[in-house]
Nanobody
Framework: HVQLVESGGGSVQAGGALTLSCAAT????????MGWVRQAPGKEREGVAA???????AYADSAQGRFTISKDNAKNTLYLQMNSLKPEDTAMYYC???????????????????WGQGTQVTVS
């Protein structure tokens, strides 16, 4: 069993920054690969970024160069630093995890097994 709890969402002006956090507990194998997925109103879920067990990272094209995913293994916490935010980044952001890391396919195919409840990010 895995529990993922996101925090750090909020409202920010365009061009601003936010850092999301995800506290993870549970089966270590299920937490080997972690990522962030977002869903805007009326749209499908979209992968944002993922990080593998060796620290390899992958990003959606929309996040590349603006967002940074990182993980503190000692704290079992995942982060997403978001810079240069745009109104189109407005969405519910979910933390997710799975056992295997598939590089960018992890982001594009949303191959996650466990999901958090989400934290809202609003950019105006």
């Amino acid at each position: 069993h895995v529990q993922l709890v996101e925090s750090g969402g909020g409202s920010v002006q365009a061009g601003g920054a936010l850092t999301l956090s995800c506290a993870a507990t549970g089966n270590r194998a299920s937490l080997r690969c972690m990522g962030w997925v977002r869903q805007a109103p009326g749209k499908e879920r979209e992968g944002v970024a993922a990080i593998g067990p060796d620290g390899d990272t992958a990003y959606a094209d929309s996040a590349q160069g603006r967002f940074t995913i990182s993980k503190d293994n000692a704290k079992n916490t995942l982060y997403l630093q978001m810079n240069s935010l745009k109104p189109e980044d407005t969405a519910m952001y979910y933390c997710a995890s799975t056992e295997r890391y598939y590089g960018k396919d992890t982001v594009t195919d949303l191959v996650f097994d466990w999901w958090g409840q989400g934290t809202q990010v609003t950019v105006s």
